[in-house]
Nanobody
Framework: QLQFVESGGGLVQPGGSLRLSCAAS????????VAWFRQAPGKEREGVSC????????NSADSVKGRFTIPRENAKNTVYLHMNSLKPEDTAVYYC?????????????????????WGQGTQVTVST
């Protein structure tokens, strides 16, 4: 059964860091680009970062550039989201998902409808 499981969320103070994990099962993650999205209450789901199949190509939303990175470990069938210098506006449920190709689209990579299979999400709360 194809499945994503996100973990690592929690409560952190502004300026802090978190490491999210996205573990895939039921398929070989090596064959897919992967993205992290987030959704805050009352807002649309937005793309955070994406990475191609071998880690050679990444893209990120302007709001997280310089603060978030998206490494992957294909041997562990896992993609990560390393988040630093967290801000209250980063508060959201974070989801991982796969793009049905080795490389994500150059434009439109942050469009949720382009992706298939979503995890249940992990809550990130940035607050004092």
């Amino acid at each position: 059964q194809l499945q994503f499981v996100e973990s690592g969320g929690g409560l952190v103070q502004p300026g802090g860091s978190l490491r999210l994990s996205c573990a895939a099962s039921g398929f070989n993650l090596n064959n897919y680009a992967v993205a992290w999205f987030r959704q805050a209450p009352g807002k649309e789901r937005e793309g955070v970062s994406c990475i191609n199949w071998n880690g050679g190509l990444t893209n990120s939303a302007d709001s997280v550039k310089g603060r978030f990175t998206i490494p992957r470990e294909n041997a562990k069938n896992t993609v990560y989201l390393h988040m630093n210098s967290l801000k209250p506006e980063d508060t959201a449920v974070y989801y991982c998902t796969r793009y049905p190709n080795f490389d994500p689209p150059v434009t439109g990579w942050g469009t949720p409808a382009a992706y298939e299979s979503w995890g249940q999400g992990t809550q990130v709360t940035v607050s004092t």
